[in-house]
C-alpha cells in the first residue's frame, strides 16, 4: 500500500515537473506581410504651415509599400478572449519594459509611424525639427494629452491602462501629420518593417491568436498564410508555437483591401 502511494506521489511529482519544463518553453514567431496586387500611388499630403522646412507637400505614410511588394506598418500583438488567463511573460522583457520607446519629430513627420509600447513603459515624445511641435494623443481606455514640444525638446509619458485598438497621435500645429500607438499590457507585438517582415520573439509554446492590423483597412478580415486563405471578421490569425523559431512565411492581404 505505502509502495503504492509512493509511487503515485513520484508519478505526481513527475508530471509537475513535466509541465514546468513544458511552460517554460518560448518559440520565436516572424514572418512577412505582402500586399497581393498594385495598391495604387496616394497623393502626396498638402503642408499648410511652416513650408520653408517642411516643403510643398509630404508623402503620405498610410500606406507604404517596399521590395518584393512587402507592406510596412502592419501592426501584429497577442489577443486574448475574454477570460482567456494571460501567458508567461519571458524574463528578458523586463529590461525592455524599461527602456523608453521613442517618437520623434522628424522632418515634419512622426518616426515610427507605428510603435508598440507597453503599459507603464517610458515613452519619449521628441521634437528633432528646428519648428515648435505638439502631441495631442487621444484613445479610449488612457486620458488624453496635449502637449507642446520646443525645439530639442522632450516630454516623457507613460500610458496606464492597455487600448483595444491603436491610438492616434496627431499635431495640431501641422495637421497632416498623424502616429499610431500600439499600447499592450503583454510585451508579444511587433510592427512590420520596411520588407514586410516582423518578428515576436519567446511567446509561450502552443495555441495563440494573433490581431492583425493596418491603418487603412483596420483589421485585417482576410489573408493568405501558406497558400490558404484565412477569414477573420475580427482579424484574428490562429497560430501554433513550437519551441525555437515558427517563421509563417508570406502572409498576403489583397491589395483591394488597402482602401
Not at 131 to 150: C, R, T
Not at 234 to 250: A, F, H, S, W, Y
Request: charged content about 20%; aromatic content about 6%.
Amino acid at each position: 500500500m505505502k509502495k503504492t502511494q509512493l509511487g503515485l506521489m513520484l508519478l505526481a511529482v513527475i508530471g509537475i515537473c513535466a509541465q514546468s519544463a513544458v511552460a517554460q518553453e518560448w518559440g520565436t514567431v516572424k514572418g512577412r506581410f505582402v500586399v497581393d496586387g498594385d495598391v495604387a500611388a496616394l497623393p502626396a499630403m498638402n503642408v499648410t504651415k511652416d513650408a520653408e522646412f517642411c516643403g510643398p507637400s509630404l508623402p503620405d505614410p498610410s500606406i507604404l509599400v517596399g521590395e518584393k511588394n512587402g507592406l510596412q506598418n502592419v501592426a501584429i500583438w497577442l489577443y486574448l478572449d475574454r477570460g482567456d488567463k494571460a501567458p508567461a511573460v519571458h524574463p528578458d522583457y523586463a529590461a525592455a519594459a524599461k527602456t523608453p520607446v521613442v517618437v520623434d519629430n522628424k522632418a515634419c513627420l512622426y518616426a515610427p509611424h507605428v510603435a508598440t509600447i507597453m503599459v507603464g513603459q517610458p515613452v519619449e515624445f521628441k521634437n528633432s525639427d528646428p519648428i515648435p511641435h505638439n502631441f495631442k494623443v487621444e484613445g479610449f481606455a488612457n486620458a488624453g494629452m496635449n502637449n507642446l514640444v520646443p525645439v530639442g525638446g522632450v516630454y516623457e509619458h507613460k500610458f496606464d491602462s492597455e487600448e483595444r485598438y491603436p491610438m492616434n497621435a496627431s499635431c495640431s500645429i501641422h495637421p497632416w501629420m498623424s502616429a499610431k500607438l500600439v499600447v499592450r499590457e503583454l510585451p508579444y507585438m511587433a510592427v512590420t518593417g520596411e520588407d514586410g517582415s516582423f518578428e515576436i520573439k519567446n511567446l509561450p509554446v502552443g495555441e495563440h491568436k494573433l490581431q492583425i492590423w493596418h491603418e487603412v483597412p483596420g483589421t485585417i478580415k482576410e489573408m493568405t498564410v501558406g497558400g490558404k486563405k484565412v477569414k477573420d471578421r475580427k482579424g484574428l490569425l490562429e497560430i501554433t508555437v513550437k519551441p525555437g523559431d515558427n517563421d509563417l512565411g508570406d502572409i498576403a492581404i489583397d491589395a483591394g483591401d488597402l482602401k
